[in-house]
Each structure stands twice: as structure tokens, then as C-alpha cells.
């Protein structure tokens, strides 16, 4: 009778028991970049209003454009290092793999990563332009 060795191996099973709970420190890191930019943009505001007085095209419009688009590429850099980590880990752990499940690469090549980076930065930037290009309508349009 064969054995797998992959049941008897402690760093595997403990990897198995991680994945199979909820990931919230996921949750909390997504979350807290989806607060950051929300945050940036209601500071920013739309076409209106500004807590901070900032102006469509001025100096702070684009200095909280560029912080938004920093976020952002910082948090996709980020997850990348942790995947190709995740994956060299089980990698090594020879971990079974389900049917259907993404194996991310060991390297990314440049291309693709920039490729990513922009894509997520032009999604973000075409949200902040759909916002800012909305016309402010006072409330008392909707009241009567």
C-alpha cells in the first residue's frame, strides 16, 4: 500500500487548515484600499463641492489623481508579491491543486505586470473621471 507523503506533511496541513478559513486579512486589506480611495475622492469631491477647496484641473485635483493612482499600484505590486510567494510555497509543499484552480506563475514578466498595473490605474482614473464629470445638482431640484 502507497502513502501519499503529502498527508504527513505538518507545513502542508497547516497550509490546507489556513486556506480552508476565512481569509480576512484579505477582506481588511481590500477594504482598506477601497477606504483610501473612497476617502480621496469625497476630499477631493465632484463637480460642487470640496472640503478642502480643491478645483477641477488644479495642482490638488492632480496631486489626489496621482495619490489614488500611487494606491493603487502599490496595492496591485503587493499582491503580486504575495502570490508568486503563495506560489513558491506551494510549489515546494508540492501542493494538490484542485481542478479548475489558478496556478500564478513563478515570475511575471514585465509586460504583463505593467500591462496589469495599468489596466487596474485606468479603471480607477475612469471612475474618478465619470464622478468628477457628473453635473451637482442642488437638492432642492429633487425636493419639488
Keep these: 500500500m502507497k ?3 503529502r498527508t504527513y506533511d505538518p507545513d502542508l496541513q497547516n497550509l490546507l487548515i489556513k486556506e ?3 481569509p480576512w486579512n484579505h477582506i481588511i486589506t481590500l477594504s ?3 477606504a483610501v480611495i473612497l476617502t480621496i475622492n469625497l476630499l477631493k469631491g465632484g463637480g460642487g463641492f470640496s472640503p478642502l477647496g480643491i478645483r477641477c484641473g488644479s495642482q490638488g ?3 489626489s489623481n496621482l495619490m489614488m ?4 499600484i502599490i496595492f496591485t505590486h503587493g499582491v503580486r508579491l504575495y502570490l508568486n510567494g503563495q ?3 506551494k510549489s515546494r509543499m508540492n501542493y494538490p491543486y484542485a481542478t479548475g484552480d489558478i ?3 513563478g515570475s511575471v514578466e514585465r509586460s504583463d505586470e505593467l500591462t496589469a498595473t495599468m489596466l487596474t490605474t485606468r479603471t480607477a482614473q475612469a471612475y474618478s473621471s465619470v464622478q468628477n464629470a457628473l453635473p451637482y445638482q442642488s437638492p432642492q431640484l429633487f425636493l419639488t
Design 103 to 105: 496556478k500564478v506563475r
Design 32 to 34: 482598506l484600499l477601497f
Design 3 to 5: 502513502t501519499d507523503s
Design 61 to 63: 485635483f492632480w496631486i
Design 69 to 72: 493612482a500611487l494606491s493603487i
Design 87 to 89: 506560489h513558491t510555497l
Design 20 to 22: 480552508s478559513q476565512v
